[in-house]
């Protein structure tokens, strides 16, 4: 039988198959505009002066502490700048670590570049207490936590109020599900915040919402941007992480005069939101049992609030997702056959080609050489093929 030049070709594909290890797969980060960080959006109504003119809304009580927005100019496409100011200033608060006094700044700065990080201690159940000291008594009923980007919630969320003497809970520990609980409206200077982990924890703010809905009203804040004519704006809010936007250059928008008012209009869900999920795997970070690894199954054994495939079991200093040998210790990570298994978990039977490394290669070597004759005789015997036919 001769082989044609196609049945060759099929034949040494096929080989090659075998011979060429298997491709791994890799999960890639979806990448996206600024707007999908943000979970709502709000129309400003389209300028009607003939000039740039400087324009003024009042922003509704859920904007009131949202650090994070974001102005977008819909027919320059671009970003803008923009200041707000409010009236009524909340009252300040302070944030501390409880167990050693150190005061922790960047949890009140209202910046989210900066941040508070919580390392996982070596038994990998983590747990901070955070004294949060008020300027004067002041009424609240929610905690609100922004968390760095890739960062998953604290395993658990526990609020108490120091009344007098006495501790007051406000909050048993719960499981967050999502950045702000609530609690019973409760009047106090200080409070207790207490937070579990199971995960490193990156913490960019904290605040205490003062009141409730109605009391929020108390206090007023407003925008101001340049509006270009016939120009429609959108504002984004709702980041659920930190969201870096560059914008051009800032007009004296404070000092402006024949500032033109208006009304925001009533926000919708943002369409382009897309939550946060490093690995991919179809769990948001914030919900993610291990952020950096793929597991869509969120498999947590130990019910510990860690997947699995985070968890170093054997105590080697690798994650079961890369350890070549999850059961038994193996620092160096050998794998002397390069087989992925690590040396320390190999069967003794799968050693041979570990005391004879040349073996593969001559075994490869040989494929090649075959593949080699083969294609030569086959592109020998095709004319003789065709001449006969």
């Not at 075998?18 to 707007?35: G, K, M």
């Not at 490869?364 to 020998?380: P, T």
Request: with cysteine.
């Amino acid at each position: 039988m001769v082989l044609t030049t196609s049945r060759c070709s099929w034949l040494l594909l096929g080989v090659l198959f075998f011979l060429l290890p298997a491709p791994t797969v890799a999960f890639t980060v979806v990448d996206c505009e600024p707007q999908c960080a943000y979970t709502t959006v709000f129309t400003l109504p389209t300028s009607s002066a003939a000039v740039p003119t400087v324009m003024e809304v009042s922003l509704p009580p859920e904007l009131l502490y949202d650090d994070q927005m974001a102005l977008w100019e819909a027919v320059a496409e671009r970003f803008v700048p923009f200041i707000t100011t409010r009236t009524g200033i909340p009252v300040s608060f302070t944030v501390t670590n409880a167990e050693t006094g150190t005061p922790l700044p960047a949890l009140t700065d209202a910046d989210a570049t900066s941040f508070a990080q919580f390392p996982l201690p070596e038994n990998m159940q983590g747990e901070v207490t955070l004294r949060v000291v008020a300027e004067r008594p002041v009424s609240v009923s929610g905690l609100r936590l922004a968390l760095d980007a890739h960062v998953a919630l604290p395993r658990t969320v526990g609020v108490s109020a120091v009344v007098g003497e006495r501790s007051e809970i406000l909050l048993a520990p719960i499981l967050p599900g999502g950045s702000a609980v609530a609690f019973p409206r409760t009047t106090a200077q200080e409070f207790i915040v207490t937070l579990t982990y199971a995960q490193p924890l990156r913490i960019t703010e904290l605040r205490l919402v003062e009141g409730d809905a109605a009391d929020a009203e108390v206090h007023t804040r407003t925008l101001r941007y340049l509006a270009q004519p016939g120009a429609s704006y959108h504002l984004y809010s709702g980041a659920d992480r930190p969201v870096h936007i560059s914008v051009g250059e800032r007009g004296d928008l404070a000092g402006a005069e024949n500032i033109r008012r208006q009304v925001l209009k009533e926000g919708r869900q943002n369409d382009a939101y897309v939550p946060a999920d490093l690995d991919s795997d179809g769990v948001v970070d914030t919900l993610d049992n291990c952020v950096q690894r793929y597991n869509p199954d969120q498999a947590d054994s130990d019910n510990n609030g860690r997947g699995d495939v985070c968890e170093d079991y054997d105590r080697d200093g690798h994650e079961e997702a890369i350890d070549n040998c999850p059961t038994e210790p193996n620092r160096d990570q050998r794998d002397t056959d390069s087989d992925g298994i690590g040396d320390a978990c190999d069967p003794e039977e799968s050693r041979f080609t570990e005391q004879n490394a040349w073996i593969p290669w001559v075994g490869m070597g040989f494929a090649a050489l075959v593949l080699v004759m083969v294609l030569v005789i086959a592109l020998r015997s095709e004319p003789q093929r065709v001449g006969d036919e």
